[in-house]
């Protein structure tokens, strides 16, 4: 019986496109997709864009708006007296609530994440209207991989940690569990069949 990290490329995609089909029939349709080329593999995982959620964060950021407008206004008009400590010491986390509630609607909106498995290393790209960042680790610095948290995160830090020998990096976005845990079997079997190449 032959090991599966010792299968070829083509049979690896095959139990690829085997894991896709059984998740879609037990789930339906899948939020991300996944694509193998000669290269490697690729995933693409948009948000989550939980319709209810941003429209309650957009109520939400009105009220928040106003309460800056005017806590604002009253500190410029009383100067930077004692009350004006105390409304001081209360707006920093107030704004920076708002600043995270910003954050999440437009991650929810315009954010986007992809992960590849290619050359050897796994790279994860995100982007938020148009900017971005990516970081790489190399196949065979992966230790582990695994789900790390509820499903469903909304802040697009990322729901599976991938341990490696440096530091460790958070991936799959926006993910409920059941994706999550599909990702990180793909991720998982990517880095060990590299492993068995070297």
């Known amino acids: 019986m032959v090991e599966e990290e010792e299968l070829p490329p083509a049979t690896r995609w095959d139990r690829v496109n085997r894991l896709v089909a059984d998740m879609q029939r037990l ?9 193998q080329t000669e290269d490697g593999l690729g ?7 939980k ?16 309460g800056q407008y005017f806590a604002v206004g009253e500190l410029w008009r009383s100067g930077f007296r004692l009350p004006g400590v105390v409304l001081i010491v209360w707006i920093i986390p107030w704004t920076l609530g708002g600043i995270g509630v910003i954050w999440v609607i437009l991650w929810q909106l315009f954010g986007q994440e992809r992960l590849f498995f290619t050359a050897g290393a796994l ?18 610095d992966i230790r582990s991989v695994k789900v790390d948290g ?14 490696t020998t440096g530091k460790s990096m958070r ?3 926006g993910l409920e569990l ?14 060990e069949a590299n492993k068995a190449l070297e």
């Open 27 to 35: 789930r339906g349709p899948l939020r991300i997709s996944v694509r």
């Open 43 to 49: 995933i693409y995982i948009p948000p989550s864009r």
């Open 51 to 66: 319709i209810a959620t941003i429209l309650f964060l957009m109520v939400w950021l009105c009220g928040w708006a106003a």
């Open 123 to 140: 790279v994860r790209e995100w982007s938020l209207l148009g900017q971005g960042r990516s970081r790489m680790v190399m196949g065979s």
């Open 150 to 163: 509820p499903g469903g995160d909304l802040w697009g830090m990322g729901t599976i940690k991938v341990e």
């Open 171 to 173: 991936i799959g976005s």
């Open 178 to 191: 059941y994706e999550a845990e599909f990702v990180a079997t793909l991720i998982r079997d990517q880095a």
